[in-house]
DNA sequence: GAGGCCGTAGTCAAGTTTGACTACACCTGT
DNA sequence: ACAGGTGTAGTCAAACTTGACTACGGCCTC
């Protein structure tokens, strides 16, 4: 899974309606273009694959009330709805090496509740710790470490980058516990990290 | 850069002259795989893009000696050794958080003179270093960690999984240094990681 | 000895990603 | 008033990636 498709959805949907630029906007503000592959085209496409599919619903609209092209908006549909839950939960629970994908996950972290992102992040500490595991009998067989020579490096940089993530998210788990953040049905603002419509982008080169 | 023309250069280098079901062969006993895009057709793909590029030099073949299609051997150019040469510092160098494709240079990395590995390694250390103050200045601005809420969480990942990478490379700068592994220009064996031509794979599934 | 399976070697279409490019409207100075 | 810059919005071709598929020979088995 790439990170794109939970990225737009995700601001599509805090938008409630939004069309492509504006996505991107969001996303370039969240610093996406750095950590993932929110480009230009990709954003595009990911917006018409998902209006193909019938995530998203697609508005034709009049031309743009700020110079430019007409622009098309789009919205959420129910389905578009369930896979984003799905999209997110996948991106915190699995444990392979995709930072882009976690960040993503980790930027909507807030639309779920409480307590199950508490269990899904302990399940990403688990499989990390399994997979930890797996590796090292893997890397160190009866022959000794020795038998792969300068190759073990790899493994030894996997293990030790599950370990620092593993860390990293029992960090997460305990700031969340303590209760920190305001999640879904906390009532409270939910913290949104897109821009308003007309407010600008501070961070825009 | 995606690892894919690293690991199908190198890999095509070890053997002098190859085939493409052999670099695949090798790069699933690397587990390439399963930390990389190296899967058939991208790496067929990358095969007849450098050649097309001249990076590499096709030779047409008779059937193959084992069953299956005819195939077609291919050679690094000098050309091509210099883009391996290239591609494999930067691999080393760049303080990006591409898992794949600094494995795929620790997995040539024998293939530098020792004492440039440590300083590559050592600009990878650096980069890191200065790129997470810059990380950490533009998240703690004057208005305090909070104005960023959980999105603050992101920029915390970044920076601990910086943090993991910069230990790790020094560990990895450490063992060089006190002699570990041979590398270019030092004589002795050089360990090779692919599989002689008729050995069998012992991880196959 | 024929049918099926396995290993070898590679192809292909569909989908995705990239980065440069287009097109339009507003503003700004001269 | 108009040339050029800037911001808005999106398109496009080329490259890359994916995973399923083809094609062929040898081997085993019944």
Do not use: C
């Not at 969240?30 to 209006?51: C, D, T, V």
Request: proline fraction near 4%; charge should be negative.
């Amino acid at each position: 899974m790439s990170a794109i498709r939970l990225l737009v959805l995700g601001a599509v949907r805090q938008h409630g309606r939004a069309h492509g630029y504006q996505v991107r906007n969001d996303l370039e503000y969240w610093g996406a273009h750095e950590w993932s592959n929110a480009k230009p085209g990709s954003i595009y496409h990911a917006l018409k694959q998902m209006a193909k599919q019938g995530l998203l619903l697609a508005h034709e609209i009049a031309p743009s009330t700020a110079g430019g092209p007409p622009r098309t908006e789009y919205e959420v549909t129910d389905k578009g709805t369930e896979e984003y839950f799905a999209l997110l939960r996948e991106a915190l629970t699995t444990y392979d090496q995709k930072m882009d994908v976690l960040s993503a996950g980790i930027g909507f972290i807030v639309d779920l509740e409480r307590a199950e992102v508490v269990e899904l992040l302990n399940r990403r500490v688990e499989g990390l710790e399994a997979w930890r595991s797996s590796v090292t009998e893997y890397y160190t067989p009866e022959d000794g470490p020795e038998s792969l020579g300068h190759i073990g490096e790899i493994m030894n940089m996997w293990v030790h980058s599950a370990d620092a993530g593993a860390q990293w998210t029992r960090g997460l788990i305990a700031r969340i516990e303590a209760g920190a953040y305001t999640f879904a049905g906390e009532g409270g603002d939910p913290f949104v990290g897109g821009l308003a419509d007309g407010q600008e982008n501070p961070y825009a080169n």
